[in-house]
């Protein structure tokens, strides 16, 4: 078992070639299930839909488990919002050959994972020169993304009857439509928990579409590296380096 646990920190932490392209490789595959959960999220669940469920969520357990066990404090992962974001994964496909499709708009939960992950960030950081640059734009929008996605789906699951022919086109309209507070008004959450959740949509929505655009246009940190110890992100108005506490001289546009 020690072994076995060896190769699976090499290959989730490590930092060689083929432990970081089995990373991207874990982002492919989280790629391709939010694909299929957004897909799926309306369709009456046969019996192969059911097991390719229960595969998929054997994987993200077998993902989740490896994680659990290596990690050095297992108390402080389980509780990140990321791994929340999988258990509530994990249990709703475990229980699909049981209820009904309304638990699947929490399947979309599972884009959390496409960011929010320390080594993730490190490798993208390293190997991409466009996330160096804009970090908390990308991290940012994606927080968005996955919002709408998981509130459209929401609303596709709960709301928008499943006669319709365009079922998810209208519920990603209407919760565009609501998160940017335009309200055309032709599709509509006539009931007391459409209305709430109308609500919802609007005072999350914004904040996060307000984060994003804080984070294009007046960002929180700036790029300058440090000359002692190459710590490339400061506070705008920092003076000395936080970590080495060398002197930074940070070129900023003035006051006039």
Not at 13 to 21: F, K, M, N
Request: hydrophobic share 50%; proline share 4%; aromatic share 12%.
């Amino acid at each position: 078992m020690a072994k076995v646990k060896q190769t699976l920190k090499y290959l989730y932490i490590g930092r060689d070639p083929i432990s970081v392209w089995f990373r991207y490789g874990l982002i492919l595959f989280d790629l391709v299930t939010i694909v299929f959960f957004v897909a799926t999220a309306h369709v009456p669940h046969g019996p192969g839909l059911t097991v390719l469920s229960l595969f998929i969520g054997l994987l993200i357990l077998c993902d989740f488990s490896a994680r659990l066990w290596i990690s050095k404090d297992r108390w402080k992962l389980f509780f990140k919002v990321y791994t929340l974001a999988d258990l509530v994964v994990i249990i709703s496909l475990m229980l699909d050959p049981f209820v009904s499709g309304n638990l699947a708009f929490l399947r979309i939960l599972r884009a959390l994972r496409l960011i929010h992950s320390y080594h993730l960030l490190r490798d993208l950081r390293r190997d991409v020169e466009f996330f160096r640059t804009h970090e908390d734009a990308v991290i940012a929008a994606i927080n968005l993304l996955v919002f709408v996605f998981v509130t459209s789906t929401a609303v596709l699951v709960f709301f928008i009857p499943e006669d319709s022919q365009t079922a998810y086109i209208d519920a990603l309209y209407f919760t565009m439509a609501t998160l940017t507070t335009t309200g055309f008004g032709d599709i509509t959450l006539v009931t007391p928990g459409g209305k709430l959740f109308s609500v919802f949509i609007m005072v999350v929505g914004v904040a996060l579409f307000v984060r994003l655009a804080q984070a294009i246009f007046m960002p929180q940190k700036v790029r300058h590296k440090c000359p002692s110890c190459g710590l490339f992100r400061h506070d705008p108005d920092a003076v000395h380096c936080k970590h080495c506490g060398d002197v930074l001289k940070i070129e900023t546009g003035g006051v006039s």
